[in-house]
């Protein structure tokens, strides 16, 4: 079945803590990203990638690092989690040129931190 | 920087009733636009894409229309059912490599 995977699924942490959350796809896409979902504010793009090793930032990339290193994989890395980073996750990815493609959503991480 | 608007923000119809969700678009320099569901706390499922070089597309129930020029996009639903009752969200796809979603339109359809 064609999916995106993304764990954990739920996450409570406290401030400091350094947490990776995983992403993986199975379709061979070659663009992925993630957003974060705020309540009056929507979803936001945090950063992306066209490839591997190519990544770039979003609207939102202050506080995460990503890295791609396998073409499946897209860790989003939160190195000094905050309260402010309290937020629902989405990882996407996406076939066609330069990501214009359909765009397949993972299940969400829902991140807390205290 | 693009913005996307979705109206109306709620929308409560009755059962079977056929209903329009707009979405609007400010740069019309667009690859695709995609309508996505989301039901509360959960993941968004993809429903139509339309790419700049279509007019619509239809699946089952669902048709969308694009009018790139004008910058519009609307999603009719036939025949609503209760299990429609979600949040709908129009996102367009462009040059900065991002999908840029509306606000979304949350569809209560009363059995």
């Known amino acids: 079945e064609a999916q995106v995977t993304q764990n954990p699924r739920y996450l409570i942490t406290v401030t400091g803590k350094k947490l990776t959350v995983t992403c993986s796809q199975n379709?061979?896409?070659?663009?992925m990203s993630w957003y974060r979902q705020d309540p009056g504010l929507g979803l936001r793009q945090i950063y992306y990638?066209?490839?591997?090793?190519?990544?770039d930032k979003g609207d939102v990339p202050e506080g995460y690092k990503v890295s791609r290193k396998e073409k499946r994989n897209f860790p989003l890395i939160l190195e000094s989690p905050s309260p402010n980073q309290t937020s629902l996750y989405f990882c996407?990815?996406?076939?066609?040129?330069?990501?214009?493609?359909?765009?397949?959503f993972g299940p969400g991480t829902r991140l807390t931190v205290t | 920087k693009q913005e996307v608007t979705q109206i109306p923000a709620a929308l409560s119809v009755p059962e079977g009733e056929n209903l329009v969700l707009n979405c609007s678009f400010t740069?019309?320099?667009?690859?695709?636009l995609q309508w996505f569901r989301q039901d509360p706390g959960k993941g968004l499922t993809s429903l139509l894409l339309?790419?700049?070089?279509?007019r619509e597309q239809t699946s089952g129930r669902l048709n969308a229309s694009l009018d790139k020029s004008s910058g519009r996009s609307t999603l009719y639903i036939a025949a609503s059912q209760p299990g429609d009752s979600a949040t709908y969200l129009c996102?367009?796809?462009?040059?900065?490599?991002?999908?840029?979603f509306g606000s979304g339109t949350q569809l209560t359809v009363l059995p």
């Open positions: 996102a367009v796809y462009g040059s900065a490599r991002q999908l840029t």
């Open positions: 379709m061979n896409h070659e663009y």
């Open positions: 990638s066209m490839n591997v090793e190519v990544t």
């Open positions: 740069d019309s320099a667009i690859y695709n």
């Open positions: 339309i790419q700049s070089s279509q």
């Open positions: 996407a990815s996406s076939s066609g040129l330069a990501g214009g493609g359909e765009q397949y």
